[in-house]
């Protein structure tokens, strides 16, 4: 089974500029997470999808950053204009389905490493 | 601030000993909790997981003990290898998976 896809794996980008990261979930999954590790932390949640509905986008920083998964499948993340601060992993995972009750483990794709300039 | 930590940021250990690597929490309302391992390059792998109904759980060569009046579990591995080499995290599930901070886990040849 192919697991969770990302590209690209690195960039390098100069603050104010613009980035976006691409997702492939496993397939037939219908949650779709981003989060953002910053070295030697652990994952923060930024946004849940479930198909191509947002659950759950409380800590992203909407002035910047943007996500959509318009068709249910396949996901992007945008940072629009990029900060230092913005200098993480992004992570993009995914699970058959998440309830408040039922949970369904989390599959990691390998991550995109963002650094700002 | 955060809900989950983390009681050590590195841990070395002889191959062969067993690693317990430890972690607390402040909610007693978290019901469920998870631990990952986190190797270079790669994302979050999931390791094992217990409910708040369960003191302890056993996988291969893994064990996470749940003690619910200290709010603290842990992570015991069995007979290290050079293959558990990674960062270590625990994580807890209420709306959301809220991951600690993680511990370093360093195998000595």
């Known amino acids: 089974e192919a697991g969770v896809a990302q590209s690209p794996r690195y960039k390098i980008i100069e603050k104010r500029q613009s980035v976006a990261f691409w997702c492939n979930p496993i397939?037939?999954?219908?949650?779709l997470y981003w989060y953002q590790q910053i070295l030697g932390q652990g994952p923060k949640l930024l946004i849940q999808?479930?198909?191509?509905?947002?659950?759950?986008d409380s800590q992203l920083p909407k002035d910047r950053f943007s996500a959509e998964r318009l068709k249910g499948v396949d996901s992007t993340l945008k940072i629009q204009p990029a900060k230092l601060e913005d200098s993480a992993v992004y992570l993009c995972?995914?699970?058959?389905?998440?309830?408040?009750?039922?949970?369904?483990?989390?599959?990691f794709g390998p991550g995109t490493r963002l650094t700002v300039l | 601030g955060e809900s989950v930590g983390l009681h050590l940021p590195t841990l070395s250990v002889q191959e062969g000993d067993n690693s317990i690597i430890n972690c607390a929490y402040s909610n007693s309302a978290s019901d469920y909790f998870i631990w990952y391992k986190q190797e270079s390059g790669k994302g979050p792998q999931f390791i094992i997981d217990?409910?708040?109904?369960?003191d302890k759980r056993q996988g291969q060569r893994v064990t996470v003990l749940l003690n619910k009046t200290v709010k603290h579990l842990s992570l015991q591995i069995a007979a290290t290898q050079p293959g558990d080499s990674a960062v270590y995290f625990c994580a807890e599930r209420r709306e959301k998976l809220t991951f600690g901070t993680g511990t370093r886990l360093t195998i000595i040849p």
């Open positions: 397939s037939g999954h219908a949650t």
């Open positions: 999808f479930q198909n191509n509905g947002v659950v759950d």
């Open positions: 995972a995914s699970s058959l389905y998440e309830g408040t009750v039922v949970y369904n483990e989390q599959f």
């Open positions: 217990i409910r708040s109904n369960m």
